[in-house]
C-alpha cells in the first residue's frame, strides 16, 4: 500500500514535470483540443484525415483530438473545473443546458456559409435567435422493412406515401410465430414522429406553454400502444433484443423505424439481411420525422477562440463536409450539397434518410426536461406492459412538464 | 470504528507515565517525524477526500448546474435547504423519484445482504472442511465472481435472463406449461410481492382505497409491492457476485479458530450442527459483523450493474439517482448532492443500528 502510494506521488511529480515541458514548436503554433466521442473506426480515421488537411492548410494550428469513453461526463468535469476543450462535440439534446450554464460561445457571424446548411440544421442549433454553433452531421429517423419478410408475406414493399393504416396493415400481415410487424422501443424520440404525424406537439412554439394533453397525442399513442396489444408490434426487450436494429437484424422484427446508424450496425453484426428504406408513414397531420444532430462547439471561455473557429468551419464547412460524405458512413453531412454527394458514394436506397430532413423534428428540449423524458419513458414502458393506461401516461407526463415550466 | 473499551486496554494494567522532563525537544522531534511519516497519506486523505466531502456539503445548499465553472462569480447561488425540501418533503417529481429510489434500494439491501452473508458463511465452512478434497478449487471458483469486472457479469446475466435466455428455458424444462407465460426478466417493473399476489386474482382495485393513498409520492400499494422482477435479477446477480469475497474474509476467521475449542465441543458431546451454532457462529461474530456493514454499504451504493442493466424507474437506486441528476441533460449538481447526502445519512444510520445489534464488544476490527 505505502508502496504504490510513493508511487503514485513520483508518477504524478514526474506528469507534472514533463507537462511543463514546452514543446519546440510552441513558439509559433497553437494548440486547439478537440474532444468528441469514439464512433465507428472509418468515422474515427475520417476526422482524422480531416484534421491532418486542416493542419497542412494551417502550419501554425495543432489539434489535439480527444476522442473518449464516458463523454457527457468527462466534458461537464471539464467544463466545471474551468479547463473546458477549446472545440467540443454537443448534441443537439445537451445544447439548452450549455447555453443556460454561458460554457458555449455563440456563433453568429463566426459561422461560415450558413446558408448551405439544412435549414432544419440551423433552427436546432438556434435558441432566441442566436446560431451557436454549426452542425457536423445527422441522422434521421425512416422506416426499415425486410424484403424477405415481406416477399414471404406477399407484401407490396412500403413506399415513401405510405400512411398509418398501410403500417399497421402491413405489420398485421407480416406477424406470425415468433416475429412480430414493428419494432416499438419505449422512448420518447421514437414516439415523437407519430406525435407529430398526427399534429400534435409537447411545447408551443415559443416553449412557454404545455400542449401535450391534446386529442393528438392521445391518438398518437393509442396507435403505437395499440400495436403493441394487439401483438403486431412489440419493444426490443420482448424480442430478445437490446435494441430496435438487433430485433430488425435478427429477423424477429419485420419493420423497424431506426435513424442513420442502423446502415452501420446491420451491415457489420447482420450483413445477410435484404432490407430497404422508406420514409416513415404519414398520420393524419402529414408526414414527420426526427433529426437527431450534433455540432461543433466552441468554449466560450477560450485562449484561441479564432483558431478554434476555424477549426469548427473547416469541418463543418464545404470541404470538410464533402470530406464526410465522400467516407460515407453511416451519419449524413449537414451541409445540402455534400448530401448529394453522400447518396453517391452511399446508394440511392438510402435516399429517404436525406429526404427526411424536409420535414424533420429537433430532438430538443427545455433545460429541465429531462425529468419529463424520464417519467414518459417509464409510462410508455409500463403501459406497453400492461400496468398503465395510455391516459395514464399523458396525464403523468403533462403534470411533470407543467411543474417543470412553473420552475 | 474503534470501540472506546476494547477488553484488550482493560485488562493491560495502566503504566504510570514517566516524567521526562529533559526530553522536551526530542519527543517535539518525534512528533513532526511522525507526521511527516503520515504526510503523503494525510495530504491524499485531505485532497481527494476531506476536500471534496466538504465542497459537497456545501454544494448541496446550492443550485449549481455542475457545467459552469465554478471560479465564475454566477456559477451557483445559494439555495438554503431547498434541494432537501424538493427531495424529502416537497411534493412533485424529484420526491416520488427519490423515493422510489429509496424503496427499490431498501428492498435490495433487505433481501441482498441477509442472502450474501448467509451462503458465504455456508460455503467458507464447506470449503474449511479438512476432508473436502480440492479445495482451492472450490475456492478458486467461488472467488472468481467477485474478481470478474461487473460489467460482463451484467452483460452475460441479461443473456441468460432474457425472455428466450437460458433461465427461462431451464424453468420450462422444469414446468412445460410455463413457455406460454414466460417472464421477461430483463425488463420487467412489476413488484415481487405484486406478482406473487395476481397469481392468486388480488389487485390494487380489490383491497381498498388504502392501497391507492399516496405517501411520499407513491402508492402504498406500490410501496409494498416489493422488488421489481427486473430488480430481483439485479439481487441474484450480485449476491452471486458477491459471495466470494465475503467468503474469502469468513474463511480468514475460520482459519483463527484454534482447533481445540472444536476438539473441547466434540468431547462433550456436540453433534456437527451444534458446534455450528454454539461454537462456530459466535466465535465468528466480530467477523459477520463486519461483513454485515461491507454488505450494508456496498448495498445501498449498488451502482454498475443497475446502469449497464438500466429498467428506468423500476431498478432506480439511490446511488443511480446521484449520477443521473449529476450528470447529463438537466444535469443539477445541487441537487445530485444533496442525494448523496441524504444516502450518507441513511448508511451511517443503518452502521450505528447494526453495530448496536450485532456488534457487541466483540466489534474490534
Not at chain 1, 438487433?246 to 423505424?257: I, L, Q, V
Not at chain 1, 414527420?288 to 477560450?302: E, I, K, R, S
Not at chain 2, 459471495?243 to 479458530?257: E, R
Not at chain 2, 443497475?306 to 429498467?311: A, E, L
Request: net charge negative.
Amino acid at each position: 500500500m505505502k508502496r504504490s502510494l510513493a508511487l503514485v506521488l513520483v508518477l504524478t511529480l514526474a506528469l507534472a514535470v514533463f507537462a511543463r515541458v514546452p514543446s519546440s514548436r510552441a513558439q509559433d503554433t497553437v494548440t486547439i483540443q478537440l474532444m468528441g466521442w469514439s464512433s465507428s473506426p472509418a468515422e474515427n480515421a475520417a476526422l482524422e484525415e480531416m484534421i491532418a488537411a486542416f493542419e497542412e492548410a494551417n502550419p501554425t494550428i495543432d489539434v489535439d483530438l480527444q476522442l473518449v469513453p464516458e463523454y457527457d461526463t468527462t466534458l461537464q468535469a471539464a467544463f466545471a473545473s474551468g479547463d473546458a476543450p477549446n472545440v467540443f462535440y454537443v448534441d443537439s439534446s445537451r445544447l439548452p443546458d450549455f447555453v443556460d450554464a454561458g460554457v458555449i460561445a455563440a456563433g453568429g457571424d463566426m459561422i461560415v456559409d450558413p446558408e448551405g446548411f439544412f435549414p432544419s440544421l440551423v433552427d436546432v442549433f438556434t435558441i432566441d435567435d442566436t446560431f451557436y454553433c454549426p452542425p457536423k452531421d445527422f441522422s434521421t429517423m425512416a422506416l426499415q422493412y425486410n424484403k424477405a419478410l415481406f416477399d414471404a408475406a406477399g407484401l407490396e414493399y412500403p413506399t415513401n406515401d405510405w400512411t398509418w393504416d398501410d403500417l399497421t396493415a402491413a405489420a398485421e400481415a407480416l406477424t406470425s410465430g415468433d416475429t412480430v410487424g414493428l419494432v416499438v422501443p419505449p422512448e420518447l424520440p421514437r414516439w415523437l414522429p407519430f406525435l407529430y404525424q398526427a399534429g400534435g406537439s409537447v411545447l408551443s412554439e415559443d416553449g412557454t406553454e404545455v400542449t401535450f394533453d391534446s386529442e393528438e397525442a392521445m391518438t398518437a399513442l393509442e396507435l403505437y400502444l395499440g400495436m403493441v396489444e394487439d401483438g403486431i408490434a412489440a419493444p426490443p426487450s420482448e424480442l430478445d433484443s437490446g435494441w430496435g436494429g438487433e430485433a430488425f437484424g435478427t429477423g424477429r422484427a419485420a419493420m423497424a423505424m431506426e435513424g442513420n446508424w442502423v446502415i452501420g450496425a446491420l451491415e457489420e453484426n447482420y450483413p445477410d439481411i435484404e432490407y430497404g428504406v422508406v420514409e416513415l408513414p404519414a398520420g393524419p397531420a402529414g408526414e414527420a420525422t426526427m433529426a437527431f444532430t450534433v455540432c461543433y462547439g466552441v468554449a466560450a471561455d477560450n485562449d484561441h477562440p479564432e483558431e478554434s473557429w476555424a477549426l469548427a468551419n473547416f469541418l463543418t464547412g464545404p470541404e470538410g463536409a464533402t470530406m464526410v460524405a465522400e467516407a460515407g458512413f453511416g451519419v449524413m453531412p449537414a451541409r445540402q450539397d455534400a448530401a448529394e454527394v453522400w447518396l453517391e458514394t452511399r446508394g440511392i436506397e438510402f435516399e429517404a434518410f436525406v429526404t427526411g430532413a424536409a420535414n424533420a423534428h429537433r430532438w430538443q428540449f427545455p433545460v429541465g426536461f429531462g425529468d419529463f423524458i424520464d417519467t414518459f419513458n417509464n409510462g410508455l414502458k409500463e403501459a406497453m406492459a400492461g400496468n398503465m393506461l395510455p391516459e395514464e401516461v399523458l396525464e403523468d407526463s403533462v403534470a411533470i412538464a407543467e411543474e417543470i415550466l412553473a420552475e | 470504528m474503534i470501540d472506546e473499551k476494547s477488553p484488550i486496554s482493560e485488562s493491560v494494567p495502566t503504566i504510570p507515565p514517566q516524567k521526562v522532563t529533559t526530553m522536551r525537544t526530542t519527543k517535539f522531534e518525534e512528533t513532526v517525524a511522525g507526521y511527516l511519516f503520515l504526510a503523503p497519506a494525510l495530504i491524499i486523505f485531505v485532497v481527494f477526500l476531506v476536500i471534496p466531502l466538504v465542497m459537497a456539503v456545501y454544494i448541496s445548499f446550492t443550485d449549481w448546474n455542475g457545467i459552469t465553472p465554478l471560479r465564475d462569480d454566477d456559477a451557483f447561488e445559494t439555495i438554503g435547504d431547498d434541494n432537501y425540501q424538493q427531495l424529502l418533503t416537497q411534493e412533485g417529481r424529484r420526491q416520488t423519484r427519490f423515493f422510489t429510489a429509496v424503496k427499490n434500494t431498501t428492498y435490495y439491501v433487505i433481501g441482498v445482504v441477509p442472502t450474501q452473508t448467509l451462503i458465504a458463511l455456508i460455503l467458507a465452512v464447506i470449503v474449511n472442511q479438512k476432508w473436502l478434497k480440492a479445495r482451492g478449487t472450490f475456492r478458486t471458483i467461488a472467488y472468481l465472481p467477485s474478481i470478474t469486472s461487473s460489467v460482463v457479469i451484467s452483460i452475460v446475466f441479461l443473456w441468460l435472463f432474457s425472455r428466450g435466455g437460458l433461465v427461462n428455458a431451464f424453468i420450462e424444462l422444469l414446468y412445460p406449461s410455463y413457455g406460454d407465460k414466460a417472464i421477461n426478466w430483463t425488463d420487467d417493473s412489476t413488484g415481487v410481492f405484486h406478482w406473487v399476489l395476481k397469481q392468486f386474482g388480488v389487485t390494487r382495485a380489490d383491497v381498498g382505497d388504502w392501497a391507492s393513498e399516496k405517501h411520499y409520492g407513491l402508492r402504498t400499494w406500490d410501496w409494498i409491492s416489493g422488488p421489481s422482477v427486473t430488480m430481483l435479477m439485479i439481487m441474484i446477480l450480485n449476491t452471486w457476485t458477491t459471495i466470494g469475497t465475503l467468503m474469502v474474509i469468513f474463511l480468514a476467521a475460520l482459519q483463527n479458530i484454534p482447533s481445540y475449542v472444536y476438539e473441547a465441543a466434540a468431547i462433550d458431546g456436540a453433534n456437527i450442527w451444534q458446534i455450528f451454532r454454539k461454537v462456530t457462529v459466535p466465535l465468528l461474530r466480530p467477523t459477520t459483523f463486519f461483513v454485515i456493514t461491507l454488505g450494508l454499504i456496498g448495498c445501498f451504493q449498488v451502482f454498475d450493474q443497475v446502469y449497464i442493466i438500466g429498467g428506468g424507474d423500476a431498478t432506480l437506486t439511490v446511488a443511480v439517482l446521484v449520477y443521473r441528476n449529476a450528470f447529463g441533460t438537466g444535469s443539477n449538481m445541487g441537487l445530485a448532492t444533496a442525494t448523496a447526502m441524504i444516502l450518507f445519512v441513511i448508511i451511517f444510520i443503518f452502521t450505528v443500528l447494526q453495530r448496536r445489534f450485532f456488534g457487541g464488544e466483540r466489534a474490534n476490527w
